[in-house]
């Protein structure tokens, strides 16, 4: 037998047994004073009968429909009382209470997020994306409408919001105008092509990330307004081909002590990947990359910059000039 949702939470339950002990507060009340009880009588009555105090009645109940009225109040009273008091108990076994703090907890955290990130979406995608993110130490809230999937979050102490991503009020609860980026992983292309589309109206600043699919769907994303797109079945396809064409590397991968990220991996083999952003008063203004390579410590590489636009230079030459807000994709050696 399902047990129907309004009874599956302790605050629903109260919620449910205080109306009904309210209604038939109200109806026995009238009912008294129709019998010719003051309204002070009445009431003094129903509560006497509600609570099986055991007082005196105020005024004889003789009849035989006055007396079944009154057995019917406190059998109906005392259901509502019990039930109220089952889901406060509920509540408490349960650590709602606690719950609810918590939420309120996370709630102010959230609001005082900036240049954060938002995951949409906790699923597989999801989880890997907060453990990283919180391995980091990088500042992010998820939004999930998955009830369990809400749950497994809170238990792993991640600031979460309970809704509908696709829902602008969400997003703005998230403080989508102060993020840094947003990833949306949901394994609807379509859901996840109306969550660029609003993310990007609210903030045409954010650096969005989206999971795609089919191959398709990422022309839509991106005219949606994603600056990364990813097809977690082509790289699936691809991490495969590579492992038949290059089992020895492959294995090399797969086989480091730490997965705790890629830079991390990275670091197993002695190289690391850094990012560094080119300040007005950066050295590296108006010089170029040549001069960025050899003027660190230690061996090093430029593989990439993104300028402010957004568009990326791959693989620059040494003569290109680094500007103002470019960012730096270095690959330099690990020092033993």
Same mark, same amino acid.
């Given at each position: ?7 599956? !939470? *302790?605050?629903? #339950?109260?919620?449910?047994? %205080?109306? @009904? ?5 109200? =109806?026995?009340? $009238? ?31 003789? !009849? *035989?429909?006055? #007396?079944?009225?009154?057995? %019917?109040? @406190? ?5 509502? =009382?019990?039930? $109220? ?42 989880? @890997? ?187 620059p030459e040494p003569s290109k000039t680094v500007k103002v807000d470019d960012t730096l994709v270095l690959i330099e050696h690990v020092p033993t």
């Amino acid at each position: 037998m399902t047990v129907p949702d309004t009874l599956q !939470t *302790p605050m629903k #339950r109260i919620t449910i047994g %205080m109306t @009904i002990l309210a209604v038939t507060f109200c =109806v026995a009340t $009238v009912v008294y004073m129709l019998q010719g009880d003051t309204l002070i009588d009445a009431a003094y009555m129903v509560v006497i009968t509600l609570f099986s105090v055991g007082y005196g009645e105020i005024g004889p109940v003789d !009849t *035989p429909l006055g #007396r079944v009225f009154t057995m %019917m109040v @406190i059998v109906v009273g005392c259901s509502s =009382v019990l039930y $109220v008091s089952g889901g406060f108990i509920q509540m408490v076994m349960e650590g709602e209470i606690d719950r609810k703090l918590g939420d309120r907890k996370r709630a102010k955290e959230i609001g005082q997020l900036t240049g954060h990130a938002i995951i949409c979406g906790f699923g597989r995608i999801g989880q @890997i994306i907060a453990r990283e993110l919180k391995l980091g130490e990088h500042p992010f809230v998820i939004l999930e409408q998955d009830e369990d999937r809400v749950e497994a979050a809170r238990l792993r102490d991640y600031m979460v919001i309970e809704g509908d991503a696709t829902d602008e009020r969400y997003l703005s609860e998230a403080r989508v105008e102060h993020a840094a980026t947003l990833a949306t992983v949901l394994p609807n292309d379509a859901v996840n092509v109306f969550i660029t589309l609003s993310a990007r109206n609210m903030n045409p600043k954010l650096q969005i990330m989206a999971r795609g699919e089919a191959p398709s769907t990422e022309k839509k994303l991106r005219q949606a307004g994603a600056d990364q797109v990813v097809l977690p079945a082509a790289i699936g396809g691809l991490r495969i081909a590579s492992m038949i064409a290059q089992p020895t590397t492959a294995h090399l991968l797969d086989n480091l002590e730490t997965k705790s990220g890629l830079n991390d991996d990275l670091t197993q083999l002695g190289v690391q990947l850094i990012e560094i952003h080119v300040s007005p008063y950066s050295k590296y203004v108006n010089n170029n990359v040549g001069f960025v390579e050899h003027e660190r410590d230690h061996p090093h590489l430029v593989v990439a910059i993104r300028h402010p636009d957004g568009t990326f230079t791959r693989h620059p030459e040494p003569s290109k000039t680094v500007k103002v807000d470019d960012t730096l994709v270095l690959i330099e050696h690990v020092p033993t």
